[in-house]
């Protein structure tokens, strides 16, 4: 029977990171190393972080996980298994348009020994609103500050130095240490077998797994709330299954909503003035999806100060107005800002202008005619219909010119 193939992996330190590798073999392509790279001086002999990434991969092809390397017995007796249940019984993934069902699957590994459990308590933290309110809320048991580069996309070199600069101005305003991930995983593994969003659950398990005997816990920052919870990679369900007796993986508040979080962090301006919440390759562009939300919700407390941490003026009730919170790109956040705008009877104008964003006005029938600044729409339509008149009539003389050449038997070239 075929089967995804894991090498013993092997890890080395340079002075100042631990690289660990390991040679994976997938049913149908040749063998690959998959490594992940972590600052500091790494512990573990153990083969968890690999099993962990490669277990969803085995599940969508059906096909049994060997291990040369020995695995925790407390991931191979309970939580994988109990992990493989929960994963078999999901059928939803938002950014797959084909569901490929998880099978579960056998894990055919030797045991591990069991890893001496250290002090350390890590929080896997990019900068954005969930990590920055689990370094607030658990200021005091926290020693480690988690980031992993290219979390979320491949960035520009010089916004991801800005995306590190500012983890380490928070690490080092709040005493904490950072430990830098890295890790090919992702470009390993991920799309050709599964999407971002079951995937990254079991990459955050990963890098929680290679930092065990530095760490006895990691939290994991929450994405939804209790009322919102849905299928997703990192779930309370999940996370602690990932954990084995020398590190303990826990799943941050879930009894606190996204808006709650904002009004916790506000008042903290060294969070401020460093979170990144953006989705695209910039640093808070103030114009995406992510970056609108958070600065409508800002405003909606009444917190919003510009340049922390969007340089650019507060949105205006006709910004809010034109946008289309219609369709699915603006998610359930949203709602609870709108709520609260409600209950609280503050800002009026902002409450009228999510009335009609919400029934998405400019961007159906007469609305679209309308939408944006009409006088440099127009203009821009009457210089396209121009331009078309002008190469009409230019096209026109071309061809009376050909004709003419045509009757007195000469050509364009004689």
Known sequence: MSAISLSRPS????????????????????????????????????????????LLPAMVLGVPVSSEGPVSRTLLESGLPSIQKVYSLWRYDRWYPRYRRFH???????????????????????????????????????????FIQDWEGRFPTDQGERALSGVANVAQGFGKAVITVETNAKSFLLWD?????????????????????????????????????????SHPYLDPLWSTTATEVVHDRIDVTRLEKLAAIADERLLMENLRVCGEPYHNCGSCEKCV???????ALGRYEQGLPFDRPPLTPREIARLNWSTREYPEYIQEVVDYLKDTGGHPELLKATRI????????????????????RLRARAGRELTQIVGSVRRTAGYRRIAGLKRNGLSERS
């Open 11 to 54: 890890r080395s330190y340079d002075g100042r990171s631990t690289l660990a590798t390991c040679t994976v073999s997938i049913p149908g392509k040749p063998p690959r190393e998959m490594w992940i790279r972590t600052s500091g001086a790494g512990l573990v002999e153990s083969a968890d972080p690999f099993v962990a990434l490669v």
């Open 104 to 146: 579960e699957v056998k894990i055919d590994a030797p045991v591990a020994e069991d890893i001496p459990s250290a002090g350390g308590v890590g929080l896997f933290f990019s900068g954005g609103v969930d990590s920055s309110f689990s370094l607030v809320d658990a200021r005091d048991e926290i020693t480690h500050l988690i």
């Open 193 to 233: 077998y599964l999407s971002w969003l079951h995937f990254h659950g079991a990459l955050l398990a990963a890098v929680a797994l290679e930092l065990q005997g530095r760490l006895s816990k990691v939290h994991v920052p929450a994405t939804y709330d209790v009322s919102t919870l849905q299928p997703w990679g």
């Open 293 to 299: 939300r958070t600065m409508f919700t800002l405003q």
């Open 357 to 376: 964003a919400h029934s998405g006005f400019y961007y159906h029938g007469p609305g679209r005619l309308i939408r944006g600044n009409l006088g440099p």
